[in-house]
Nanobody, 126 residues
């Protein structure tokens, strides 16, 4: 299987916004649950949120709820993570993943069905 591919990371000031994109070669994303995770060196990978297949319902972790939005463009076969009101603690490498399950109880579970990609780094700093 081919790893997911993330893009859109960069350096942004606190309070700013970024939009990350995720593609998964070989997958039609509307048919799969997609999750976003992030990792800071020295810490475990943290679940940010996920988007269900078909209906496209999103679930988020408490630390990003009301600031981050996961969406999907079926025509582009791409899933996005819109990050607003960014904080320094949002800094990390962000990964998307094709997941087995997506719900309020499983968004943080790394039950991935495709290899991790290289991620895209996000740095929130003034």
């Amino acid at each position: 299987q081919v790893p997911t591919v993330e893009s859109g990371g960069g350096l942004v000031q606190p309070g700013g916004s970024l939009r990350l994109a995720c593609v998964a070669p070989g997958f039609t994303l509307e048919h799969y649950n997609i999750g976003w995770f992030r990792q800071v060196p020295g810490k475990e990978r943290e679940g940010v949120g996920c988007l269900t297949h078909s209906a496209g319902r999103a679930y988020y972790g408490d630390s990003v709820k009301d600031r981050f939005v996961i969406s999907r463009d079926n025509a582009e076969n791409t899933v996005y993570l819109q990050m607003n009101s960014l904080k320094p603690e949002d800094t990390g490498v962000y990964y998307c993943a094709v997941k087995k399950f997506c719900s309020s109880g499983t968004f943080a579970v790394a039950d991935i069905t495709a290899p991790w990609g290289q991620g895209t780094p996000v740095t929130v700093s003034s």
